[in-house]
């Protein structure tokens, strides 16, 4: 419901523990690697997000047979009616290109509405298209839809110029089918590849190499199903730890890998936070409070600080002693948080792709609005942290994002409603 708002009257310390679910950015191409067999593949802990919904709608518009039971999702995708995603759902979730190189190595043609811009800078596709012609592809963009068809695509060696997520896993995934041998250098490494990359051997591939730069995949001729348990979400855990950090208090995530978290617990350590990790948890406490400022905090590609930690970092930052400086090297303009987070009294000066954060003792409440998803979290951390109360509206982007935020934090012991309007 795009009326609703968040409420949280801040001020108080955040204690106890929180259950993270599967990650939102293993589960979407995976979703979309379920296109690769005429098999049924069970899914387990897919989170119950509105950008999943997406993908499992633009699955059942091709024809795929999709069946919800809780966070359990199978998939079948055995008889296609159609090889192409529309505009409509192509507008609601850029991500949806993710489908492209499963359609194509495995039916031979697939037709997708070009993805526009969004809300965090240009997002080009350059990548995952050149990708694709180096794979034997021939593509065509027209009336605002890509159009792609082969024979049967062909290995080879794709070097990309930037190591994409979207663009490795969508070369992956069309790699899988093809005749011969594909390698991909200068491959994304995020936990998220590795996920994808169990996912399609599970069902009888042969990808190796998934979490280092250089990613060899042997092409089969036909896959089986499978039932495959989607990692924890590191981002959601990321933004429940400095939820903590920022009131004050301590909060453990459970059920995480945390060496996923490493550049974020290193960027908390750094502040001062004492960080706890046990097999498959983390606790972040503070124990002494302002919190320390950092003097440089870059956003990149894994296993560097995660892109979606920087606006709910930022937040952090506003609130501790000293100048802090963040720079956004992977998208081109993720700094809307920022005149956001000004209202609620941040001192924030932002030069192209660097934000300089002096820190302030406290923010102050006001009403906000979410330009995006992970800038909605960092004004729901903000309002956590802040005097009075703080309204939070067009919510709609956390939801894409964030499975019961508000319940969970006021589970943590935060006072937050979610309100109609
Ligand atoms: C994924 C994540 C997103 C995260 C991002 C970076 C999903 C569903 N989303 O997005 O949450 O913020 O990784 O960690 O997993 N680029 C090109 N040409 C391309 C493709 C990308 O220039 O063909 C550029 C983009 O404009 C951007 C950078 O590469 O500046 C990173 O994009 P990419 O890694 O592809 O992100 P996504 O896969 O879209």
Known sequence: ??????????????????????????????????????????????????????MLSILEHLGAKVEVKGDTVTVEAATLTSLTVPEHLMREMRSSIIVMGALLTRFGKVKVSQPGGCDIGSRPIDLHIKGLRELGADIEEKHGYI??????????????????????????????LAEGTTVITNAAKEPEIVDLQNFINSLGANIKGAGTDTIRIEGVEKLHGTDHTIIPDRIVAGTYLIAGAITGGQVTVENVIPEHLESLLAKLREMG????????????RVTQQPLRA???????????FPTDLQAPMMALLCVAN??????????ESRFKHV???????????????????????????????????????????????????????????????????????????????????
């Open 322 to 331: 000293g100048t802090s400086i963040v720079t956004e090297t992977v998208f």
């Open 339 to 421: 005149n956001e987070l000004r209202r609620m009294g941040a001192d924030i000066k932002v030069n192209e792709r660097t934000a300089i954060i002096r820190g302030v003792p406290a923010l102050s409440s006001a009403n906000v609005a979410a330009t995006d998803l992970r800038a909605g979290a960092a004004l729901v951390l903000a309002g956590l942290a802040a005097d009075g109360i703080t309204v939070v509206s067009d919510i709609h982007h956390i939801d894409r994002g964030y499975v019961d935020l508000d319940e969970n934090l006021r589970a943590l012991n935060a006072r937050i409603e979610r309100i109609g309007c």
């Open 273 to 284: 936070v004492q960080v706890e990790t046990t097999g498959d948890s983390v606790t972040a």
């Open 147 to 176: 159009t792609a068809t082969c024979k049967r695509l062909r290995g080879t060696s794709i070097h990309l110029d930037f190591p994409s997520v979207g663009a490795t896993q969508n070369l992956m995934m069309a790699a899988t």
């Open 1 to 54: 419901m795009a009326m609703e708002r968040i409420v949280i009257a801040g001020g108080r310390p955040l204690s106890g523990k929180v259950r993270i679910g599967g990650a939102k950015n293993a589960a979407l191409p995976i979703l979309g690697a379920t296109l690769l067999t005429e098999a049924p593949c069970v899914l387990r802990e897919i989170p119950n997000l509105t950008d999943v919904a997406v």
């Open 294 to 304: 950092i003097d440089s905090l870059r956003t990149l590609p894994y296993p560097g």
